[in-house]
DNA sequence: TACGAGTTCTCTATG
DNA sequence: AGAACTCGTA
């Protein structure tokens, strides 16, 4: 930080030594004319539009450089803001090479999160909290509300616990406090969420907990009710810069507008066409409105794409088209030729992924005289996780290599989950839910009966639950082996956070220590040592090696790995507070992997080859994503859909199936209604080669394009049969009695006889969503979109 | 209290 | 299809 103390030089000095100062910068050199406005508009509001692939890392840290170099701020002055690790960490490298040092001095460039935790941990007193405040997952948050609920004799199967974890959120993201919840929410979770949500805050302030919600909820409560502390940190970030502006919620806008109040030096990067993020509380809003909140603010739009082929461009800007209210912009790139957009059907989701292997393994090879590619340059998007799912069994059984990208993250593992839960109970003797996790796993004859034991006592004493185990122990109220065991635990818990403590007093002198548990001569045990210990000593290690189902082995080497992850950290509780924000699972692993992702994982990121599976409507557009947000849900679907063309660089297959296991149920599909908004002149058909002898892929293709009715020619092939022979099995031997709720949808009711172009006649027995369950007297069960159904009476004789 | 069979629910996505 | 959860039995 040094070199930047003669910095004050520049304050005086004249816009034309400045101007002089820059001609000698030589990174903006590199930049294109937009690119290089952007960054050189240092002072006041800058919004910059950046469309896909337009170098809009490159500008923003390039203007962080920028600022560094002409002196405006320090590094530990600028207030970077990013929403995922990844880009965090990204922007930190490519600062860093670029200042050709490490930029130590960064310390406030990082996710909203790890931004908002630093600031709370300063002021958590404002809010009636403890600066050591753990902070709760999804999974605490649910077993906490979970108890909440039960409390309030409400019944947690018609109201699930997610479902008002789900409301809570959403109001957090609103940065709606209990005591700012607009009237119109009364009626949330049957008229008592408001309540519990109190009830819920409560508890975590009695718990000195925070969710993650309540990270930025909170910071903005303080700003708004702390003047003096806002102003504070308005002097300290003179600059601010916020990168995917577009996903930014109610909260996150609050905050940084409260930030920026001051000097209005803020630059937010964003591309509406890429606001993916609405279900979460992200308002498009902010951003369309950018200029208006910040008056004579400076726009700048990144139009001229680095990335991808025009064809690709061209059928990227075709789908988007369809979207009402954009900001407008167009990518262009002055690269040339280049692959049609690839487009395939395929008769079922297993014939997709076998379809993708095999076209994988040709682009790997380079063989069908195709370029070579890497398997690293391929990766496979998907809309919904299960997706993945098929592709995984498929490269499984040809050996293909591949790599799932934000699948089920390391630290949501169980057992990595009951570790932790271990380790924050050394670290913090009062986390409750880390006891309750922990109490009976291993298996320690401490059942229902006891914990609610227990519970009693912690509550009459109105103490934590380890502090209410010791009562209940002394009192006697607990007796043979639970006890026996529950005593065990406590004084082993007890040791072990002796042991921490021993550790940081004492650290350094390199002095034997003898705290009762450790003999006289071991040398002093560090915190990697004192997990290994906890672990085996806890019994819980044993449990994972006595298991002998299949993934048992594989959980004691995440256990392993667990263990190994401490050593980058000074100390146990540095680790957890670290791994309750960095929920990443990047194990660096150099081998060469296809990857497979969802959508929404695949935002920032670009392959040579990208495979776009299971274009189907109710898919992809999800539809779920439209009954609840109709319109809007749908342009978010069709913005999902820009951002997964716009990830290819060279070859983009889009494809679809005509059969689909949904729920273990087998269902017909029609081609997503994207497909038909490629404009045809940059898309390639392909036809299925020879699979199931037929020639369905192209009939079922220029049909997808032009009608969309998909289903007629895939149903005459001998794979059809095959299904539907299989469907009939399925049937007899499991009649399934899936009733669904009597409800009518527009035309046909339960129990009605109907009529279906390609099944014939059968009866209604399920309804869902705009798709009805019949058991066809011929075909058996099926589930069909409910308009290619007509009443059987409806036909005229 | 532990375990296994049966039943119901899930499948958007993030820190 | 698989996970999560419930309930009855040993």
Not at 147 to 165: G, T, V, Y
Not at 525 to 538: F, G, R
């Amino acid at each position: 930080m040094s070199s930047f103390d003669d910095s004050d030089a520049y304050e005086g000095a004249s816009l034309a030594a400045r101007a002089m100062a820059a001609r000698a910068m030589p990174y903006l050199d590199e930049l294109n004319p937009e690119q290089r406005a952007a960054v050189e508009a240092l002072d006041g509001p800058v919004l910059m539009l950046a469309g896909a692939g337009t170098g809009k890392t490159k500008a923003l840290t390039t203007r962080i450089v920028h600022l560094l170099n002409t002196g405006r701020a320090r590094p530990n002055e600028i207030l970077a803001v990013t929403f995922t690790n990844k880009a965090a960490r990204e922007m930190k490298h490519r600062v860093g090479r670029m200042m050709g040092e490490a930029v130590e001095g960064m310390p406030w460039l990082g996710t909203f999160h790890s931004i908002c935790v630093k600031l709370l941990r300063r002021h958590a007193e404002l809010v009636e909290l403890n600066s050591n405040f753990t902070i709760l997952d999804t999974d605490d948050q649910i077993r906490l509300l979970k108890q909440l609920i039960r409390a309030a004799n409400i019944d947690d199967k018609r109201w699930p616990a997610r479902a008002l974890a789900g409301v809570i959120d959403h109001w957090k993201n609103r940065a709606w406090t209990p005591d700012n919840l607009p009237a119109s929410e009364a009626h949330a979770y049957d008229g008592k969420g408001p309540a519990l949500y109190r009830m819920y805050q409560t508890r975590l302030c009695e718990l000195n907990a925070v969710d993650f919600g309540d990270l930025l909820m909170h910071m903005v409560t303080i700003f708004q009710a702390h003047d003096d502390v806002l102003k504070q940190y308005q002097r300290w970030f003179c600059y601010i810069l916020v990168d995917e502006y577009q996903d930014t919620n109610v909260a996150q806008y609050l905050w940084l507008r409260l930030l920026a109040g001051g000097h209005q030096n803020i630059c937010c990067v964003g591309d509406d066409d890429q606001s993916i993020y609405g279900w979460r509380g992200a308002e498009v809003g902010n951003i369309l409105r950018f200029e208006k909140d910040f008056p004579g603010a400076h726009v700048v739009r990144l139009e001229q794409n680095y990335r991808s082929t025009a064809h690709i461009l061209a059928a990227a800007s075709g789908v988007i088209a369809g979207n009402k209210g954009r900001l407008g912009k167009e990518l262009w790139t002055d690269a040339e030729g280049g692959e049609k957009v690839r487009l395939i059907g395929h008769w079922d989701g297993e014939t997709e992924a076998r379809w993708i292997g095999e076209e994988i393994e040709a682009m790997q090879y380079g063989t069908r005289g195709l370029q070579s590619y890497g398997l690293d340059k391929m990766a496979i998007l998907v809309r919904a996780s299960h997706q993945m799912r098929a592709f995984e069994d498929r490269f499984l059984s040809i050996g293909l290599p591949y790599r799932v990208i934000g699948g089920p993250r390391f630290y949501e593992r169980l057992e990595i989950r009951d570790a932790m839960a271990y380790f924050r109970l050394v670290v913090s003797p009062s986390d409750d839910l880390a006891f309750e996790r922990i109490v009976n796993t291993p298996k320690r004859g401490l059942g229902d009966k006891a914990q609610q034991k227990i519970q009693m006592a912690a509550r009459e004493n109105g103490v934590p639950l380890m502090q209410g185990a010791r009562i209940l122990l002394q009192n006697k109220g607990l007796t043979g082996k639970g006890a026996t065991e529950l005593t065990r635990l406590l004084d082993n818990l007890e040791r072990w956070a002796m042991m921490t403590r021993a550790r940081v007093i004492d650290a350094g002198e390199g002095e034997v220590i003898d705290d009762g548990g450790i003999e006289v001569g071991e040398p002093e045990v560090n915190h990697i040592e004192l997990a290994q210990i906890m672990l085996d000593e806890s019994g819980y290690t044993e449990m994972w090696q006595n298991d002998k189902s299949p993934d048992a082995q594989g959980r004691l080497e995440n256990l392993k790995e667990l263990v190994k992850a401490l050593e980058q950290f000074e100390n146990l509780s540095g680790f957890l507070e670290h791994v309750s924000l960095i929920m990443d699972n990047n194990s660096e692993d150099a081998s060469e992997k296809v990857s497979i992702m969802t959508l929404h994982a695949a935002k920032g990121l670009e392959f040579p080859v990208v495979f776009l599976p299971g274009w189907e409507d109710g898919l992809f557009p999800s539809q779920r994503s439209m009954d609840e947000s109709g319109q809007t849900g749908l342009e978010e679907e069709r913005r999902l859909a820009y951002v997964g063309i716009t990830r290819a660089e060279e070859v983009c297959t889009i494809s679809f199936a005509g059969n689909r296991q949904v729920f273990g149920q087998w269902q017909s599909q029609l081609p997503s209604r994207f497909i038909d908004e490629l404009p045809e002149a940059h898309v390639d058909v392909l036809t299925a080669p020879g699979l199931y002898g037929g020639n369905y892929g192209a009939a079922g293709m220029s049909a997808g394009i032009e009608t969309r009715a998909a289903e007629a020619d895939v149903y005459s092939s001998p794979g059809w049969r095959r299904m539907q022979a299989r469907n009939q099995q399925r049937t007899v031997s499991k009649p399934k009695t899936n009733v669904i709720d009597v409800q009518a949808t527009s035309a046909h009711t339960m129990g009605d006889r109907v009529f279906h172009q390609k099944f014939g006649y059968g009866a209604i027995v399920g309804v869902d969503g705009d798709k009805l369950e019949i058991e066809f007297e011929k075909a058996g069960l099926k589930k069909v979109i409910a308009k290619f159904i007509t009443g059987a009476d409806d036909i005229p004789f």
